[in-house]
């Protein structure tokens, strides 16, 4: 096993809210090794974009970071400006969630690759276009040549976000964050854009970080999932291995909630009742207890560590850990 | 692209046709008849019958609009009854003064206020913004007539450094032309720079949260390049909007600047026609002006397609 190319090490973000401390994510360790996909899984406002733009350095001014972020041998966290400047974009590159609103309006497209491109590797204008249309190409664009020159408005959802993972993919990047690519997305755009990233990270063997609310997505493409609630890492196992056996009630509740195709129609969608806790008034024992129908005493009083089940690799973090496979769907 | 500039320019024809009866409306319907104001009180009431005659006074009003409309259609706007001088012709002595003026109070607003939105914008919150938001806030509420005479104190009396008062065209002495309208042109931009900060400053401070700036930023561009290139341009708008608005109410002249400094802009020209109750030329002139400001108008929708490609093609 080759030393990981991303560690996240004790990783914690506050964000000063007029209500007091927001705390967005709560000590997380995670690690990711060149070539291979981690899926971060979680509700809304469980802290997985905080900890995205945690590793791109891209949190708001006023939140406070703690921890380190090794990507490459260097710690993100304490990097210079300059230093940072040069690897985003270059070896650390990222594909936001709404293609509406990630490419600027009054560029042209041509104009965004090509900055990029400029920007990092040495290679003059002709040549940077010319890598462009090969990138748009690559992605699936039709007519790439006639594209650079249009607008971000002239091309549909799907095509945008083909293009702005084109621009991620423009300098090789060693590591690809992908922030729930295709929530904004038609669904049967979604397959095709999943299946786009999957086929370049291969061929480019770069490490992946997909970020997404839906187990479905990283079933068939993660090598590693975390599912994270409220902040905190509750578990976290190769995808084989979460979906043969999962531990924790807030994993299995995530996968009852995915509508199927072989439900009979009418039939209500197992929801997740109540609301993730308020994240400016920490709970003193497990966040999820609240919602969760194996919840006892002790789940109230204490939080459960992130630790080790029979399995190598698979953690999670709970009192009462689902152990009947059956009773599991996948 | 040629259908959007087809469109804009049939949309001002009606805004046109209305700012002619407006300014017809307003210098017919002032108190006092005209031939009283040009023959005098010694008038006789015959004489007064016949010039009244003369000039058409006696006709229905809306007879009266069609037939100055018509004569302003082929290029006659009138004569003054005082100096005999054409609108036109006394407007094409003063223009040039109030456009100088304009120009150059409008190029050092910006030259002030938009590197100071910037900067302001890029670290918003920060010491250099809060000082910068209190100084336009107290520059905001300094009537232009003060700050004339604290400039000509200071650079004027004190400084000795520039001229407080007069004229001469820049085709006879350029420099000496500068020298003249520095103060006043400074005066202007003085009121000028806060409302063109304030409205770039939180332009720019909405698109510096857009998704497309934190991309801007994952591509590890240059801070400059972020800030000149992706967020400038969107934040613009209104900005142009603005100093679109200032042009035009610059290009009328201005009366209490032109007057403290003694430049014989159209500013000037109006307020001399008002006092001598010169209706030919008070109305020539606010037709032109208003004529002018509907086309810079224009110009700014114009800029709008320019500055924003969904405008251009029709999406927005």
Same mark, same amino acid.
């Given at each position: 096993?080759?030393?990981?190319? +991303?560690?996240?090490? %004790?990783? #914690? *973000?506050?964000?000063?809210? &007029? ?5 967005? !994510? ?60 040069? +690897?985003?974009g270059? %070896?650390? #590159? *990222?594909?936001?969630?709404? &293609?509406?609103?990630?490419l600027n309006? !009054?560029l042209t497209i041509g104009t965004q690759l090509m900055e990029t491109i400029q920007e990092h590797l040495?290679l003059?204008a002709?040549?940077a276009r010319k890598r462009s249309i090969e990138l748009l190409a690559a992605v699936?664009i039709?007519?790439p040549e006639?594209r650079l020159a249009q607008?971000p ?9 083909r293009i702005a993972i084109a621009i991620a993919l423009s300098c ?14 038609? !669904? ?143 | ?214 991309l801007?930023?994952?591509k590890?561009l ?95």
């Amino acid at each position: 096993m080759s030393a990981p190319l +991303l560690t996240i090490e %004790d990783v #914690a *973000v506050e964000l000063p809210t &007029p209500r007091g401390n927001l705390r967005a !994510v709560d000590h997380v360790d995670l690690s990711l090794e060149a070539g291979r996909t981690l899926g971060i899984v979680g509700e809304s406002g469980c802290g997985k974009t905080m900890l995205s733009r945690a590793v791109l350095q891209l949190l708001p001014k006023k939140a406070k970071l703690t921890g380190r972020v090794m990507f490459d041998g260097e710690d993100l966290v304490r990097l210079d400006a300059e230093r940072l400047r040069h +690897l985003r974009g270059r %070896d650390l #590159a *990222v594909v936001f969630q709404d &293609p509406m609103t990630s490419l600027n309006p !009054v560029l042209t497209i041509g104009t965004q690759l090509m900055e990029t491109i400029q920007e990092h590797l040495e290679l003059d204008a002709p040549a940077a276009r010319k890598r462009s249309i090969e990138l748009l190409a690559a992605v699936g664009i039709p007519a790439p040549e006639q594209r650079l020159a249009q607008y971000p408005h002239q091309c549909s959802g799907g095509m945008r976000q083909r293009i702005a993972i084109a621009i991620a993919l423009s300098c090789e990047p060693k590591l690809l964050i992908a922030d729930e690519p295709t929530t904004a997305l038609d !669904v049967t755009i979604q397959a095709q854009i999943l299946d786009l990233l999957a086929r370049e990270q291969r061929r480019r063997h770069m490490a992946m970080i997909i970020i997404t609310h839906d187990l479905g997505v990283v079933a068939g493409r993660a090598d590693e999932v975390a599912v994270m609630y409220a902040g905190r890492v509750v578990e976290r196992a190769p995808t084989q291995a979460l979906f043969k056996r999962m531990h924790m009630p807030y994993t299995e509740a995530l996968l009852a909630a995915i509508p199927k195709l072989e439900t009979a129609p009418h039939t209500p969608l197992p929801a997740i009742s109540g609301r993730p806790p308020d994240p400016t008034r920490p709970l003193k024992g497990c966040s999820f207890a609240p919602r969760c129908r194996y919840a006892a005493g002790r789940c109230h009083e204490a939080k459960p560590e992130l630790k080790g089940a029979e399995m190598p690799g698979h953690l999670y973090a709970c009192f009462h850990p689902i152990q009947m496979a059956e009773e599991v769907g996948a | 692209m040629l259908t959007f500039v087809v469109r804009r320019l049939l949309a001002i024809l009606p805004v046109l046709l209305a700012v002619s009866l407006l300014t017809f409306l307003i210098a017919s319907l002032l108190p006092g008849d005209l031939a009283y104001v040009i023959l005098g009180d010694q008038a006789t009431p015959e004489n007064v019958a016949a010039l009244r005659h003369d000039m058409g006074l006696d006709q229905p009003l809306w007879w009266r609009y069609l037939s100055w409309l018509g004569h302003v259609l082929q290029g006659d706007l009138g004569r003054s009854f005082r100096t005999g001088q054409t609108v036109l012709q006394a407007v094409a002595e003063r223009f040039p003064v109030s456009l100088q003026l304009m120009l150059m109070a409008e190029f050092i607003g910006l030259l002030i206020g938009v590197p100071v939105a910037i900067a302001c914008a890029a670290r918003a919150g920060g010491a250099f913004d809060r000082f910068m938001t209190g100084s336009a806030f107290a520059m905001l509420s300094m009537p232009s007539f003060l700050v004339a005479i604290l400039l000509i104190y200071l650079f004027a009396v004190e400084l000795r450094w520039l001229p407080a008062t007069g004229y001469v065209p820049f085709t006879e002495a350029p420099l000496g032309n500068l020298r003249f309208f520095v103060l006043p042109a400074l005066t202007l931009a003085l009121a000028e720079w806060p409302g063109i900060m304030r409205v770039l400053r939180s332009d720019m401070i909405a698109t510096l949260q857009e998704d497309y700036i934190a991309l801007a930023k994952a591509k590890g561009l240059k801070p400059a390049r972020i800030l000149f290139v992706h967020a400038l341009k969107p934040s613009s708008l209104t900005l142009v909007t603005v100093t679109g608005i200032n042009i035009g109410r610059l290009l009328g002249g201005t009366l209490i600047v032109e007057s403290i400094f003694a430049l014989p802009g159209i500013g000037r020209l109006l307020v001399g026609a008002i006092y001598t109750r010169d209706l030919v030329i008070l109305q020539g002139v606010v037709l032109l002006v208003a004529c002018g400001f509907v086309i810079v108008n224009f110009i700014v929708d114009m800029l709008y397609a320019v500055l924003d490609p969904r405008i251009r093609h029709g999406h927005a």
